[in-house]
C-alpha cells in the first residue's frame, strides 16, 4: 500500500509523513513548497530513513492535473491524505487567491484523478474554521457550515466537495475536522510558534483584541494519531471531528509561553483585531471517541515541550524569520503596533 500525502513538507503533514515512514508504509509525498513548506522537516526520514526507498517526494503542484494522474498511475497509490493548503487565517485576509486555488482548485484536481485510477481511501483534511464560531456548546459534525474568513471558506468548498464526490461518485472519502494544532516545526506565523519565537528574541507579541476568543488546542501527535486511526477505523462518506479537548482563552495562552520562558507580561501588546476574527472554536468530538480514539497529550505539557523545541531548535526558526517572512510580517503587523518601540523588525 502507498499513500500519497500532499503537503508532506508542511507543518502537519510532515508529521504524518513521519509517522508513515516509521511505522514502515511507503509514502510519496507531494508539495509545492511554498513559503511554508520546509524539506528541512522531513530531514531525519529523507536522510536517515531506513530503507531510505520508503519516502519518495515530488516538489509540485496539486491543481496539476497531468502531474497528480502521472503519480496515481506511476507510483500505486492507494490512498491520499490531502494536507496541501493556503493555511494561514491572516494572509487569506490580505490575499485570498491562492486559497481558492490550492484549498478548492486542487482538492477537485485530485479527486478528479482519484476518480480514475483505484484509490481505496481519500482523507480530505478539513478543518473547525468551516463551522464558524461557537457561540455556545460545541459543533457536531451534522452542524451546519458557518466560514468566516476566506481561508475558511475554501476549506469548507474543498470539504463539501470532497463530499460530493462519495455521494456522487461513491468515491471512498473520509473528511477530518481538527481543531488548532500545535508543536514542533510549525511555521512561525501562526500564534504558538510567532509567540515563542517573539518572546525568544524579546519581541513584542502582538495579542489581537482583548485576547479572550478560545482556541481548542491539540496536539499535532494526537492530530496524525486519529487520522491513522480513521485510515483503518473511518467509514467511507463520514465526517469525523478531532479536537484536543483543551479550550482556552488566546491571553492565558501567551502568558502560559512567557511564563515558561521566564519573559515578562509587558511583552504582550494587545493590538488591533483580526476582521471577521471568530471569537470561539469549540468542537463535539463523541463520534471519533465512540470508535475509541482520544487525545492523549495534555495542552500544558505539550505546550511546554513545544517550547522547549523552538529553543533547542533556533536554526530552524531563525532561517524562517529573515526575508520574505520578515516584509510579510511588517506588512501585517506595522499598522496593528500602537507603541513607538514595537520592534517589528
Ligand atoms: P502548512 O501551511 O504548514 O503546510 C501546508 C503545506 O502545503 C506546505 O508544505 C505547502 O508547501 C503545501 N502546499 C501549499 N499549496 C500547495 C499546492 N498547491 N500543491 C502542493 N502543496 C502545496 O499547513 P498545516 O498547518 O500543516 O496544515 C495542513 C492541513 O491541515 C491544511 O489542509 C489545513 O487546512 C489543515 N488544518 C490545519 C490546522 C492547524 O491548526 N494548523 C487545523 C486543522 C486543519
Ligand atoms: P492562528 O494561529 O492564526 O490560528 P487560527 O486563526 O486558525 O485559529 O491564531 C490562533 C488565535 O490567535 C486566533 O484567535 C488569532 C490569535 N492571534 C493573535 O492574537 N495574534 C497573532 O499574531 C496571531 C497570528 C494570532
Known amino acids: 500500500?502507498?499513500?500519497?500525502?500532499?503537503?508532506?513538507?508542511?507543518?502537519?503533514?510532515?508529521?504524518?509523513?513521519?509517522?508513515?515512514?516509521?511505522?514502515?508504509?511507503?509514502?510519496?509525498?507531494?508539495?509545492?513548497?511554498?513559503?511554508?513548506?520546509?524539506?528541512?522537516?522531513?530531514?531525519?526520514?529523507?536522510?536517515?530513513?531506513?530503507?531510505?526507498n520508503l519516502l519518495r517526494f515530488y516538489t509540485g503542484d496539486i491543481c496539476e492535473q497531468r502531474l497528480v494522474e502521472r503519480i496515481l498511475s506511476e507510483e500505486s497509490i492507494d490512498t491520499i491524505v490531502n494536507f496541501a493548503a493556503e493555511s494561514h487565517?491572516?494572509?487569506?485576509?490580505?490575499?485570498?487567491?491562492?486559497?481558492?486555488?490550492?484549498?478548492?482548485?486542487?482538492?477537485?484536481?485530485?479527486?478528479?484523478?482519484?476518480?480514475?485510477?483505484?484509490?481505496?481511501?481519500?482523507?480530505?483534511?478539513?478543518?473547525?474554521?468551516?463551522?464558524?464560531?461557537?457561540?455556545?456548546?460545541?459543533?457536531?459534525?451534522?452542524?451546519?457550515?458557518?466560514?468566516?474568513?476566506?481561508?475558511?471558506?475554501?476549506?469548507?468548498?474543498?470539504?463539501?466537495?470532497?463530499?460530493?464526490?462519495?455521494?456522487?461518485?461513491?468515491l471512498p472519502v473520509i473528511i477530518t475536522r481538527a481543531s488548532n494544532n500545535y508543536g514542533s516545526h510549525q511555521y512561525p506565523e501562526k500564534f504558538i510558534p510567532l509567540f515563542i519565537t517573539n518572546a525568544l528574541e524579546d519581541k513584542k507579541l502582538p495579542l489581537y483584541g482583548d485576547g479572550k476568543q478560545v482556541r481548542d488546542w491539540i496536539h499535532v501527535d494526537d492530530h496524525c494519531e486519529a487520522i491513522d486511526f480513521l485510515m483503518t477505523h473511518g467509514e467511507n462518506g463520514e465526517v469525523y471531528n478531532i479536537g484536543g479537548g483543551n479550550e482556552r482563552y488566546n491571553i492565558d495562552t501567551a502568558y502560559f509561553i512567557l511564563d515558561e520562558l521566564k519573559k515578562p507580561g509587558t511583552l504582550i501588546e494587545h493590538v488591533k483585531d483580526r476582521?471577521?476574527?471568530d471569537r470561539r472554536y469549540a468542537l463535539d468530538c463523541a463520534k471519533l471517541m465512540s470508535l475509541g480514539w482520544k487525545p492523549k497529550i495534555r495542552f500544558e505539557n505539550g505546550l511546554s515541550d513545544t517550547v522547549k523545541w523552538y529553543i533547542n531548535n533556533q536554526s530552524w526558526w531563525k532561517r524562517i524569520k529573515n526575508g520574505e517572512f520578515m516584509e510579510y510580517y511588517k506588512n501585517q503587523y506595522s499598522h496593528r503596533f500602537a507603541s513607538a518601540d514595537s520592534q517589528i523588525c
Open 89 to 170: 487565517v491572516d494572509r487569506s485576509i490580505s490575499s485570498a487567491s491562492t486559497f481558492i486555488d490550492t484549498d478548492m482548485k486542487g482538492v477537485f484536481v485530485l479527486l478528479e484523478a482519484s476518480k480514475q485510477f483505484t484509490i481505496n481511501k481519500f482523507i480530505q483534511i478539513s478543518t473547525d474554521e468551516v463551522y464558524g464560531t461557537a457561540h455556545q456548546g460545541a459543533f457536531k459534525e451534522t452542524d451546519a457550515l458557518n466560514p468566516s474568513n476566506p481561508y475558511a471558506a475554501s476549506k469548507a468548498g474543498g470539504d463539501r466537495l470532497a463530499y460530493a464526490y462519495w455521494v456522487t461518485y461513491k
Open 1 to 52: 500500500m502507498t499513500i500519497l500525502i500532499t503537503g508532506g513538507a508542511g507543518f502537519i503533514g510532515s508529521h504524518f509523513t513521519r509517522r508513515m515512514v516509521n511505522q514502515g508504509r511507503r509514502v510519496v509525498a507531494l508539495d509545492k513548497l511554498t513559503y511554508a513548506g520546509n524539506l528541512e522537516n522531513l530531514k531525519d526520514v529523507t536522510e536517515d530513513a531506513k530503507p531510505s
Open 275 to 277: 476582521e471577521g476574527h
